[in-house]
């Protein structure tokens, strides 16, 4: 079972969805509920839950905030319950970190949707640090072991991965894959994921750690400039999507494989 924790201001939405989800038949329980972000962030050190699914607005503390406090530290999947006018900041979050949102008036059939991707990415991210503990198997991690990358038969996954792979070093964002395809970034999402098991964010953060896993053992590079070499520019979230594959900070990988 994975944990799940609540963080929602308005206390009839909070209820609405502990008790409208069937939340066993998803693999989930949820352990905890907060009112706003300062209450979210206690109950998230103090329960390291796999989920988090929250509110943007909320008083005292915001969604966003609260995770950017928190999830360097802990390691959970993060989704979004945001109303259209912050849509925009539900797109930025995505971009970091934020693994999905889900727009109000809520909908049941989104709502059990998105949970069943954060369990799926919950339950990679466990099967994959299961895979890669022994120090002697640090230099042949693969994080694409458990997905079907041989020739999609979509051929839509197909232009993705073509893409990911020319382009990974550049800002990428389900926004342009849209434009690009001509399909909703909810529609191409859910195709990838069919196809392959796996959002393309979620692809996209391992293709970008795997290229980091090979510069950090072939390449004279300064760690603090390995993140931007592979797309994320940022050296303290790169270190925390290296941890949450690798089950370690990329310092203590460089060391271990020394």
């Known amino acids: 079972m994975f944990s799940v924790i609540l963080v929602e201001d308005e206390d009839i939405i909070r209820k609405g969805i502990r008790y409208a989800v069937p939340w066993e038949e998803h693999g989930c329980t949820v352990v905890g509920e907060a009112r706003n972000g300062v209450e979210g962030k206690e109950l998230i050190q103090a329960l390291n839950p796999d989920i988090v699914i929250t509110d943007i607005n909320m008083p005292v503390m915001d969604g966003l905030q609260m995770i950017a406090e928190t999830k360097c530290r802990s390691d959970y999947v993060a989704i979004l319950l945001t109303g259209y006018s912050d849509f925009e900041y539900a797109k930025e979050a995505i971009r970091n970190g934020v693994s999905d949102y889900i727009l109000k008036p809520l909908n049941q059939e989104e709502m059990m949707e998105a949970l069943d991707r954060a369990a799926l990415e919950c339950e990679n991210i466990r099967i994959l640090r299961k895979r890669n503990k022994g120090v002697a198997e640090l230099k042949d991690i693969s994080l694409f072991s458990n997905l079907q990358l041989e020739q999609p038969e979509d051929p839509v996954v197909a232009q993705i991965l073509d893409y990911i792979a020319r382009n990974y070093t550049q800002k990428i964002t389900l926004a342009e894959l849209s434009e690009k395809l001509f399909y909703s970034d909810r529609y191409i999402?859910?195709?990838?994921?069919?196809?392959?098991?796996?959002?393309?964010?979620?692809?996209?953060?391992?293709?970008?750690?795997?290229?980091a896993l090979s510069l950090l053992q072939e390449s004279r590079l300064p760690i603090s400039e390995i993140g931007g070499a592979c797309g994320i520019g940022d050296y303290k979230y790169f270190s925390h999507v290296f941890k949450k594959y690798v089950g370690c900070s990329p310092k203590e990988y460089k060391l271990k494989i020394r």
């Not at 196809?195 to 290229?211: D, F, H, M």
């Open 189 to 211: 999402n859910q195709r990838f994921q069919k196809a392959l098991g796996t959002t393309v964010i979620e692809y996209l953060n391992r293709y970008r750690i795997q290229k």
